[in-house]
């Protein structure tokens, strides 16, 4: 019966990770879709947070990811798309993102992060390392219309900060988590 148990976790698992974001189309099409993402988020977050869009704008840089994921029991995991943007240069860089998140929890979400990097260097280092390691305890509830959701700015190193934007979802839970961001070679 054990077994059983948890064979269904980890198909319940899989199964979320399969409802995430999915980029479609041409090369051109799919670096339109990230954008319109990126400027819907950063509308988001400004209407929302204020005083974001300075923070932004004087930052060496931002990145801006849309992800999906969920936990089950002991564990979870997320993925998602996103675009890191030099300020200075407007160079973009096209990226990918996996989170794995052992831990109590239960739920799904979609939800957009932007990251504010303080310094070319922090930004330098997330471009061409893109590791993320921190804790996560996770309140979420908010469908197309309503709901609400702890989505405030944080500091997840030094010189990075993050915002959490819930899109969709119900998620309870408390993690550690171990995040791995890299280059999408197929859209740079």
Known sequence: ???????????AMVALVGCGVQLEGSV?????QVM????DTLSKLYSQHPG?????????????????GGKFLWGGMDHGN???????????????????????????????????????EAMNDFVTSGWEFGGRATAAAKDDVQ????????????????YQLTEKGALVGLSVTGAKYWRNDDLN
């Not at 974001?52 to 999906?68: E, K």
Request: no cysteine; proline share 2%; hydrophobic share 45%.
């Open 1 to 11: 019966m054990k077994r059983l148990g948890w064979s269904w976790a980890l198909w």
């Open 28 to 32: 051109a099409e799919q670096r339109r």
């Open 147 to 162: 709901g609400a959701a702890g989505d405030l700015g944080y500091n997840v190193a030094p010189g990075i900060n993050v």
């Open 82 to 120: 996103g675009v890191v943007v030099d300020n200075r240069s407007r160079r973009r860089t096209y990226m990918k993102m996996f989170e794995l998140q052992p831990g109590l929890g239960f739920g799904y979400t979609n939800f957009r992060l932007v990251f504010v990097f303080d310094t070319r």
């Open 52 to 68: 974001a869009r300075r923070h932004v704008q004087a930052a060496a840089g931002y990145g801006v990811f849309d992800a999906s």
């Open 36 to 39: 319109a993402m990126e400027s």
